[in-house]
């Protein structure tokens, strides 16, 4: 059944073919909300398009990259020539390059500047001209708990999470000075998750990655749905992350140090695995869900430790084991 707040609005969702943002445009079409999905992977959001209209919903799917500026114009402008207006912009905008810094090719963290912060700068513009020239809106900025807490081994998508979280605040500071009321900028923060999102981050820690006390998707769609109708400046998803912020509050430098430390035990547990790019330049067919299967592969890689590297059934013996039986490579991150 509709949710009276939501039906007939029109909402644009960035990062569409995957993870939050698939799982976000599934839902909010279901309440009854038109929903634009944007992501680089065509025939993904065109699939999803096709199912929520099959279902009696609306939808429209526009290819797009982030970080071109140019593409989010477009965007924005299909949007409103589909549905007349935009009511929620969702920048669900986010890849990651992992290992120590110095590890990581210079190129690689401005690819993740790139998207991260102008992909995300782009899709704010675009919104907040439309929102004021309608008078109302809501954004959506999906950031992370690395906002608050730098974390080791993802140190340029930490730093671009920072900004993402300064930028919200920023304008909503400039909203109030220029009495925009009935428009709010809302900041998603949530612990580390299980999202295909994680098989297209470049990696460069040697192993395949993982993190303790991982959340379930479904918490943070349904945060970022919440947000859409009652936003707030800032919004920690899931216990881990709403401990982890206070704690960072309360004992910044011990938190950090924990929360380092804590990545770099996770990171040792992990199978090794080769360096790359994921699809941070260029996107892949891997990862199309909502969930990633990356808790159950961190099952087996405890279970070959417990048994002194005996793999277990699940797991493929041999050189290619990354390439044969596996789960896809996973790569580690927050959002």
């Not at 698939?22 to 909010?28: D, H, P, Y």
């Not at 020539?81 to 963290?109: M, T």
Request: proline share 5%; hydrophobic share 40%.
């Amino acid at each position: 059944m509709p949710n009276p707040d939501l039906n007939a609005k029109t909402i644009v969702i960035t990062g569409a073919s995957s993870g939050f943002g698939r799982g976000s445009a599934e839902k909010l079409a279901a309440e009854g909300a038109n929903v634009v999905l944007a992501a680089r992977r065509a025939n993904l959001i065109e699939e999803l398009a096709n199912q929520i209209t099959a279902r009696g919903g609306k939808a429209l799917a526009v290819t797009t990259d982030v970080s071109n500026a140019v593409d989010v114009g477009v965007l924005k402008d299909q949007a409103v020539e589909r549905f007349g207006k935009v009511d929620v912009w969702i920048n669900n905008v986010g890849v990651g390059a992992l290992g120590y810094f110095w590890d990581i090719p210079i190129e690689d963290h401005a690819r993740i500047i790139d998207v991260n912060l102008k992909g995300l700068i782009y899709g704010a513009h675009a919104a907040l001209g439309l929102f004021r020239a309608q008078g109302h809106g809501t954004l959506v900025n999906v950031g992370s708990i690395d906002s608050k807490v730098p974390l080791a081994y993802q140190a340029s998508y930490a730093a671009s999470k920072a900004a993402v979280l300064s930028l919200s605040r920023s304008l909503n500071e400039e909203l109030r000075l220029t009495k925009q009321q009935g428009i709010k900028v809302a900041t998603i923060m949530p612990w580390a998750v299980d999202t295909p999102w994680w098989t297209h981050a470049a990696n460069y820690t040697g192993h395949e990655p993982r993190m303790m006390a991982m959340d379930d998707p479904q918490i943070v769609i349904d945060a970022i749905v919440r947000a859409c109708t009652d936003p707030e400046e800032e919004m920690p998803v899931g216990m881990t992350a709403k401990a982890s912020n206070l704690s960072h509050l309360l004992f910044p430098d011990l938190t950090e140090r924990l929360s380092a430390n804590i990545a770099d035990r996770e990171v040792q547990k992990a199978w090794p695995a080769p360096n790359t790019t994921g699809s941070i330049y260029e996107p892949m067919a891997e990862g199309a869900g909502i969930g990633g299967g990356i808790r159950e592969r961190m099952k087996r890689e405890d279970h070959d430790a417990a048994n002194d590297g005996e793999p277990s059934i699940a797991e493929p013996t041999g050189a290619l084991g990354n390439q044969v039986g596996r789960e896809p490579i996973a790569r580690w991150s927050t959002n």
